[in-house]
Every structure is written in C-alpha cells, then in structure tokens.
C-alpha cells in the first residue's frame, strides 16, 4: 500500500529547476505527472493534488489536458490578489488601505522606474494616452480602462523588483473589483487624462521631477469622482 510521505513539498519540489523536464522548446517548465510525482516519491495522488491546487491559486503552474503540468515565470500578484480578496470581502476599507500602499510605492519607485523607459516605452505611452483620449470623444464615449491600467504598469515595467510590480498588478484587479473602471463623467475623465499626458510629456523630455509632482496631483483627483471619498485613490 502507498505510503504517505508528509514531508514532500510540492513547492518546494516545484522550485527546484532539477525536477523539470524538457518540453521541447528547451526552456525546460515541464513537470512530472501526479502520477510519476506518486510513484517516485511515496505520496498519494489526493495529497498532490491538494498541494498542486495551493500552487495553481499562487500562479506558479498551469494544468492542461495535452501539456499537463507546467511551471509558470514567478509573478507575486496571484498570491496577493487572493489574499487581498479576503480582506476586502470582509472590510471593504482594506482597498483603501491597500491604495494607499500602491500610493507609495509609485511615488517611492518613480525615479527608478522612468529612468529606464526606452524611447519604444515613450512611444507606447503616448499612443496609450491618444486612444484613450479617442475612446472619450467617441459617441457614445468609451472609458478607457484598460489603457489606465496598462499606462501605469508601464510606466513600471523595467522595476527589477518582482513583488513591487506584483503588489501593482494586484491593486489594478482590485481597482475593477470595488467598480473604479466604471463611467465617472467625461469631465473627469478628460481631465485624468490630460494629466497623463502631462506625466508622459515630462517622462519623455526626462523632467522627472515635474513628473513626480504631477503624479502627486493625479492620485488627487480621485477627490474629484461624485459619491467616492478621499481615501480610495487611483
């Protein structure tokens, strides 16, 4: 009868890159099945895949019915997305709290994050703040969420720092789950926007400082949204 080992550690199995296999295209993600892992290694297939669904909830696998088991790049924001979840389940403040984070961090990691955008990184910005001025004069308008959110993570993508970027990611889910995408008046809208526009014009002439302040300004019009308080910032 199969014996149960309670030492195993699927995590700490699946961190080691000497358990991965070659899939083919030599970037080698590819895990055993539960059922090598339970041959090789004495552990039931019940208590594997109880661990293995801990490792999906975190982001670290995918499962598919041809590729099964593979080991995905490390990204923070799963984790703190489900834990982030909680807690506004049970206070909705904890997104003010967590805003308030984010508020931070942005101002905290500004330097070092404009410093390395590339002209390719200005390019994009500014086509992001075009289309989203386009989708607010359409009729009807459109609000463009997807380009505020991709605007900000941008602004941050060269921050070498995994759990800064994935504590950022996550706030941008919880902006959509309390509602803060949804229409806000156009003139607020445009006048969000004619502030982005300003930050990405200061990025690219490489006034950081201005820029700096004008993100101080930016995370203040949230004050401006009817029927929202001064705490949940943008």
């Known amino acids: 009868m199969l014996q149960k080992q309670t030492s195993f550690d699927f995590l700490e199995f699946l961190a080691d890159a000497g358990n991965l296999q070659s899939n083919g295209n030599g970037q080698g993600e590819r895990l055993p099945s539960l059922e090598a892992l339970s041959a090789s290694h004495g552990v039931s297939i019940s208590v594997l895949r109880e661990q293995l669904q801990v490792a999906r909830a975190l982001g670290l696998v995918e499962v598919r019915p041809r590729t099964g088991i593979r080991r995905l790049p490390y990204s923070f924001a799963p984790a703190v997305r489900e834990s982030l979840f909680y807690a506004m389940a049970r206070d909705a403040h904890s997104f003010d709290q967590f805003a308030d984070v984010r508020r931070h961090l942005e101002r905290a990691y500004w330097y070092e994050a404009v410093s390395r955008l590339t002209q390719d990184d200005i390019t994009e910005l500014r086509g992001l703040v ?18 505020h959110r991709q605007l900000h993570l941008a602004i941050y993508r060269h921050v070498d720092n995994p759990f800064v970027t994935g504590l950022l990611e996550a706030y941008w889910s919880a902006y959509e789950a309390v509602g803060l995408n949804r229409y806000t008046g156009l003139e607020y809208l445009e006048n969000v926007w004619a502030m982005h526009n300003q930050i990405v014009e200061a ?22 949204i009817p029927g929202r308080t001064p705490k949940e910032s943008r």
Request: glycine share 2%; hydrophobic share 40%; net charge negative.
């Open 203 to 224: 990025i690219a002439a490489r006034d950081f400082d201005l820029g700096h302040r004008l993100l101080d300004e930016h995370f203040a019009l949230i004050e401006q």
């Open 130 to 147: 075009t289309r989203a001025q386009q989708m607010l004069n359409d009729s009807p308008i459109q609000v463009p969420h997807a380009e």
